[in-house]
Each structure stands twice: as structure tokens, then as C-alpha cells.
């Protein structure tokens, strides 16, 4: 998938976590097929994420600058994720998540303190938008608007590759996430939980779960979809859910980040402007 944008120094196409590449001796052709789409568009440049199926990561790093691509200014999405195999069985998964969880999952196992649901319905999506409307209300950020969500679930979910997992205390939904499956790999893309809902542990009972569910879907591997360093201060923005994350094991992934590849001159423009705009905001 590519989108169309549009700034003040010009237009480009940007692929999110994308092209999916089986080795980085792909690079080449698709970006040549790429550009031909990019041009026929107007775009100035393309903007783009890629990811290898096979092969190593510093491989594909020669590939970029030898196709032409430049490091772009920022990463535009997470450059490290954590990537679970969910393919053992539920036992011997939860012997490696951390001991804290580990004890909250057991417990509710027991006494059903929460209950949980899995929806494919396009509507219920609205459920994890209210929820996300108080996370940013209490926090003071804002998300996408309503609409991306919704576009999405209409789209997604009827075709199974979109699913809300919602946890309830009672009849209350009290936590949201969103999953997105592609092939073998699931996606732990959004979530939201009420303030309420922290002391029952409400978001990591429901990724658990939400796990056992993408199990049955005979996905393979869960992508926790973006974190922070290991070794980042607490200070980092990314610090409190990327420690949550870190309870559920796994592995650290390293992506490419985000690259452009020049079409037009407006790209020097382009990167001129992004330059002055960090001096003025550092002075």
C-alpha cells in the first residue's frame, strides 16, 4: 500500500512498512516500479519502509544507497519491534512471560475477574474510539481521527484481516486493541484501556488473550508493532509501554527505517526546508 501526500515543498508516495521485499536484491525492481507509479502520480519522491522476508538487515542497507534511496530526516514509523513466536503451545508460552503477568493471567483464570470477546463487526469499532478519546483527553495527545479507524474496520474486518479484542468487567468494556493479521504474522497495533481498568491489569490480559486467539487463527508470530530501546531512559516517551511490551518476551527486531528516493528537484527543496525547520526549533 502507498499514499499519496502532499506538503508545501511538494508531493510524494509514502509506503508505510513497506515494500515486503523476499530479499534485498528485490530492492532494485520494486523501487524501479515504484518510481514509474510515483511519476505517473506527480509525486517529487517516494517515501518508504522496507522490510526483507529473507536475508540480513545489513545487507539491505548496502541495497538502499546503491538504488539511489537517502536516509530520510526521521522514521516516520517505529525502526524496532518486538516479535513474539506464538507457535508453542499456551503452556509453554506463558512460562516466558515475566512472573508479575504470568500471576495476573493465572488469577483471572480462576476467578474471571475479566471476560473477553473477539468482534469482526465494523460497528463495534466505535467502542475502542471512545476508549481512545479518554486516553487522549487524560494525556493531552491526539490520534487519527474517528474516520481512520472506521475506514478500516469496514475494509479489514469483514475480509479477517482486522480484529477488536475486547476485555469487560462486567458488561463494561474496560480495555480495546486492535490486531491486524497478514499471512503468518499478527499485529498488536492499537490499544486503549480505561484509567479504571489498570489496577485489574485490563491491557495485558487482553494481549494475552488476544495471543491464544491469534494462535487458533494459526498465526505464527505476533509483531508488538514499535518500542524503544532496551537501554532508553525513562525519560523516552516510549518508556512505560515499551517496558509492558517487554513482559510478553520475545525478540528485539531492527527494521530499516524510513528512506526516500529523489525523483524531482523539489526533493532538495524538500530537505533544505526540513533542515532550516530543525534549527529553528533547536535555537
Not at 530526516?73 to 518486538?82: H, M
Not at 487463527?217 to 509501554?241: E, T, V
Request: proline share 7%; with cysteine; aromatic share 10%.
Amino acid at each position: 500500500m502507498a499514499l499519496l501526500k502532499r506538503n508545501r515543498l511538494g508531493s510524494y508516495l509514502f509506503a508505510p512498512y513497506g515494500p515486503i521485499l523476499d530479499s534485498p536484491e528485490a530492492l532494485a525492481d520494486c523501487l524501479t516500479q515504484l518510481a514509474s507509479q510515483a511519476r505517473s502520480l506527480g509525486a517529487d519522491w517516494i517515501k518508504f519502509e522496507p522490510i526483507i522476508l529473507k536475508g540480513n538487515l545489513s545487507d539491505l542497507l548496502k541495497e538502499l544507497p546503491a538504488a539511489g534511496a537517502v536516509k530520510a530526516g526521521r522514521n516516520l514509523e517505529p525502526a524496532l519491534t518486538r516479535i513474539l513466536d506464538i507457535s508453542p503451545t499456551p503452556d509453554e508460552l506463558l512460562a516466558t512471560i515475566s512472573q508479575s503477568t504470568r500471576s495476573m493471567i493465572r488469577k483471572n483464570q480462576r476467578e474471571n475477574i475479566l471476560t473477553f470477546k473477539t468482534s469482526t463487526n465494523p460497528d463495534d469499532i466505535k467502542i475502542f474510539i471512545s476508549m481512545l478519546d479518554v486516553v487522549a483527553n487524560r494525556r493531552g495527545i491526539g490520534f487519527f481521527p474517528p474516520s481512520y479507524f472506521i475506514d478500516q474496520a469496514k475494509l479489514l474486518m469483514p475480509a479477517k484481516m482486522m480484529f477488536l479484542e475486547l476485555a469487560y468487567s462486567g458488561r463494561q468494556p474496560v480495555a480495546a486493541a486492535v490486531m491486524h493479521d497478514y499471512g503468518p504474522i499478527g499485529s498488536y497495533t492499537y490499544a486503549a484501556s480505561l484509567p479504571a481498568a489498570r489496577k485489574q491489569s485490563a491491557s495485558a490480559l487482553l494481549l494475552w488473550q488476544a495471543i491464544l486467539n491469534a494462535q487458533t487463527r494459526g498465526i505464527k508470530q505476533m509483531d508488538l508493532y514499535g518500542i524503544a530501546p532496551d537501554d532508553a531512559p525513562p525519560s523516552h516517551p516510549w518508556y512505560g509501554f515499551s517496558t509492558y511490551k517487554r513482559k510478553f518476551g520475545g525478540q528485539v527486531v531492527e527494521l530499516a527505517g524510513t528512506w526516500d528516493l529523489p525523483l524531482t528537484k523539489r526533493y532538495r527543496l524538500y530537505r533544505t526546508g526540513q533542515r532550516l525547520n530543525s534549527i529553528l526549533k533547536h535555537r
